[in-house]
């Protein structure tokens, strides 16, 4: 078997893909230093070794990347996928040094294990295959909508620009030492496996769609609306959800393709549709039969009015198809996981 080391794989969005990266025969060993991860997940639910420790450790990469880890010994790997970051966009403005540490200074070592590695075997760099961001985009404007992989990127906030920064780094990367890259740009990563058994746990969760259906659960639950004066059909923010389980097929499918292909590639991944955020909620209630109060408030700081993708160039070149095209399907998978989890729940 084929090993692929999932950096931040105890996360919500790796876990959903090392299932998929099972489902297409590969064998997922994961690196998660469990800062926001979940042990339990990723050895008891999805059943795959775990090594805890940071992306950012060139020994601990070394020991994986050249098998001497008990974990990868004797065994090839085709594969690096990394999800590894943190991901509070509001909490990267007040402490930005954490994010540019964490998320950029990490991973450039990571990148340096790699091609160490790849110098001491004398072949090719292992394939990467990167967690990117619609935040990277910034502001984009009315005539940019749909986003395709050459909108202007001109992020606002720390976390975006530590995305884009690697992203650079990646490309300079592949140019200088043919490392084959592929930079996945997600728009909001939403729902939950069909199974029910893994989905969207961040503590804290910042998400839309977690906090309304964690609001319609309890009683007396409520949510407060960010602005309701943006410039789009009902005042408030317009954004592209995609579900997970089809953000994770098409991680196999860009792994697939650089282990072909040894090539760079970018692709936007969102349904390229918008909902707003009334619409969500109104949603959410349809799906769970229950009501919320809704508190409108001022708007958020650099919240974008309207981020919708352009996901033709992934449909086209990686042949990736959605199952989950439409909101409504995407809140049902997230609200039968959240009602398991909350029963898996010790009771206080
Ligand atoms: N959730 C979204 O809607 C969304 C949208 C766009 C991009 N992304 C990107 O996708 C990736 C995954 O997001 P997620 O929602 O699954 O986040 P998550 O917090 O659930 O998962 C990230 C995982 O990485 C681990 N981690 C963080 N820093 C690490 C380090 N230095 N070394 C080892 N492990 C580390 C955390 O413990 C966690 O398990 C992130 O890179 C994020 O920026 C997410």
């Known amino acids: 078997m084929s090993i ?29 230093n469990l800062v926001y991860g979940h042990r339990k997940i990723v050895e008891n639910v999805l059943g795959v070794p775990l090594v805890i420790g940071q992306v950012g450790d060139k020994q601990l990469l070394q020991k994986l990347l050249s098998g001497e880890h008990s974990s990868t010994r ?94 650079k780094i990646l490309i300079d990367y592949h140019k200088a030492y043919n490392l084959p890259v592929s930079i996945l740009r997600y728009f909001n990563a939403a ?69 072909n292909d040894k090539s760079l590639s970018i692709y936007n991944l969102g349904n390229g549709k918008g909902y707003s955020i009334m619409e969500v909620i109104d949603t959410a209630k349809r799906v769970t039969g229950k009501e919320i109060k809704i508190f409108k408030s001022e708007r958020r700081q650099g919240d974008p009015p309207v981020l919708i993708s352009s996901p033709e160039k992934a449909k086209r070149e990686l042949l990736w198809k959605t199952e989950f095209p439409d909101l409504e399907s995407i809140i049902k998978t997230a609200w039968n996981w959240y009602v398991f989890n909350q029963n898996m729940k010790p009771k206080k």
């Open 4 to 32: 692929v080391i999932v950096a931040g794989g105890a996360g919500y969005i790796g876990s959903h893909a090392i299932r998929e990266l099972q489902n297409a025969g590969f064998e997922p060993v994961v690196l998660d």
């Open 74 to 167: 004797g065994k090839d790997i085709k594969g690096i996928m990394h999800f590894a970051a943190y991901t509070y966009v509001g909490e990267s403005v007040i402490n930005p040094a954490k994010y540019y540490k964490n998320n950029l200074a990490e991973t450039i070592t990571l990148l340096e294990a790699l091609l160490d590695d790849s110098k001491k075997r004398n072949s090719k760099p292992i394939p990467i295959v990167f967690s990117s961001t619609c935040a990277t985009y910034g502001m984009p404007l009315e005539t940019e909508i749909p986003i395709i992989e050459t909108t202007l990127q001109n992020p606002i906030t720390p976390y975006g620009r530590s995305k884009l920064m690697i992203e």
């Open 191 to 259: 729902g939950a496996d069909i199974n029910g058994d893994i989905g969207e746990d961040h503590n804290p969760e910042t998400h839309l769609i977690p906090l309304v259906l964690e609001a319609l659960f309890n009683e007396e639950g409520s949510i407060r609306v960010n602005g309701s004066d943006y410039p789009t059909f009902d005042g408030t923010c317009i954004r592209d959800y995609v579900h997970v389980s089809d953000l994770a097929k098409a991680h196999v499918l860009a792994l697939n393709k650089i282990l």
